[in-house]
Structure formats: C-alpha cells, structure tokens
C-alpha cells in the first residue's frame, strides 16, 4: 500500500515537473511570435530571410522531438512497475534503476532511427526542393491543379502528360535508328559495290594471266617445233 502511494506521488510530481517545462516551452514560443509580430521589420524580410527563420527542417525537427517526449512521457514509471509488479515489490530501488536504463535507451535509439530517416530519405534536400515549388507557385499567376472528384479522369490527366512523353521521346529515338540504319545500309552498300569492282578486277586479272599465259605457249611452240626434238 506504501509503495502504490510512494509510485502514485512520484507520478503526480513528474507530470508536475513536464507541465512546468511544457508550459515554459509554450511561453517561450509565445514570446517569440510576439515579438516577430511587433517588429514589422520582421514581417516584411525578404524570402530569403523568412526561410532561414521558418526553416522547415527545424521544424521537422521540433515536432519529431516533441513526439519523442511526449512518448518518453506516456511511458511513465508506474506503468513500466505495473508491468513487472512482482520484481518491483521485491526490489522498487534496482526496478528504478532499470526503467531509467530503459528510458534512456529507447529514447537514443528512437533518435537514431530518426536521424536515419532523415539522412536516407534525404529530408533536408527534399524540403529545400519543396521551398523551390513554393516559390515557383508563387509567381505562377496559373491556379494549381485540383482533383475534379472523378478518379478516372484525374488517373487519365496525370497519365496522359506522361504518356505523352514517353511517345514524343520514342518517335525521336526511332527517327535516331533510322537514321543510323540508313548511314549503315549506305556503308554496306559501299562495301559491296567495293568487292564487287575488287571481283571485277581480279576475273580481269586472270583473263590477262589467261591470254598471256596462251600467248607464250604460241610462241613458245613457233620457236621450238616439236620435230626438232624427235630423235
């Protein structure tokens, strides 16, 4: 009964102590829109000072940072005790220390699962390109795209765009191999005409060894008749 009414105090001066922070942490940031309000230098920056104050990574940062203590929070001692009611009235000081290990590694490896997230899905670049389309939709009078409310419509203009595409960049391919099988067809056509006038000349070639080779033998056989080697 002692150690529900000792949990149950403790309890109630944690949530104490995290409204106080809470409430310094909403007062604090009270204060500084107050005063970003009060002074109209603040409000007519230029763009590229509005984002370095309204950083969206930094607010990324704050929310995901807020959530971690307010789950760190909802995960209080006495329900952590509750869990483990029989090693905690055995040992309440050892089951303390535990949680406080506990806590404390859930919470680095929830920041670190964090981190990760923003270094693999590469927060920081996508946001600054979200920065770029703000912009860029400021100052295109055109109004942004809206869903007509019929699906097939919306699938067939988001598909249409890109289908598009896809066939102006495969006409252009097309016309690319064309062209390259033509200056090919040409190449082999030159080849050919090549071995042919190379055949040509060859069969010439052998023709003139051919009539050569008649003519020496006529000669051949006029200076040297066969009787006069008849013995």
Not at 49 to 77: G, P
Not at 163 to 169: E, G, S, T
Not at 179 to 193: P, S, T
């Amino acid at each position: 009964m002692e150690e529900s009414e000792i949990a149950t105090q403790k309890e109630i001066v944690d949530n104490k102590r995290d409204r106080d922070s809470t409430e310094t942490k909403t007062n604090e940031a009270k204060g500084e829109v107050s005063s970003q309000m009060s002074d109209p230098e603040s409000v007519c920056k230029p763009p590229g000072e509005t984002e370095v104050r309204f950083n969206r990574m930094k607010l990324f940062e704050k929310v995901m940072q807020k959530s971690l203590e307010r789950f760190i929070h909802d995960a209080s001692f006495n329900r952590f005790a509750s869990i483990f009611r029989p090693l905690y009235k055995k040992n309440p000081q050892r089951m303390e220390s535990i949680y406080k290990q506990f806590k404390d590694e859930l919470q680095k490896a929830i920041q670190e699962d964090i981190n990760r997230l923003i270094e693999e899905g590469q927060l920081e670049r996508k946001f600054n390109e979200l920065d770029k389309l703000e912009r860029a939709a400021k100052n295109n009078p055109d109004p942004a795209w809206r869903p007509s409310g019929v699906p097939e419509q919306d699938f067939c203009s988001f598909l249409i765009p890109y289908y598009q595409k896809q066939d102006a960049y495969m006409r252009l391919e097309l016309k690319k191999i064309q062209a390259e099988n033509a200056d090919l067809a040409q190449k082999v056509q030159a080849g050919r005409e090549s071995i042919a006038e190379t055949e040509n000349r060859i069969l010439a070639t052998v023709d003139e060894w051919k009539a050569s080779v008649t003519e020496f033998e006529r000669l051949a056989s006029s200076l040297c008749p066969a009787k006069v080697f008849d013995v």
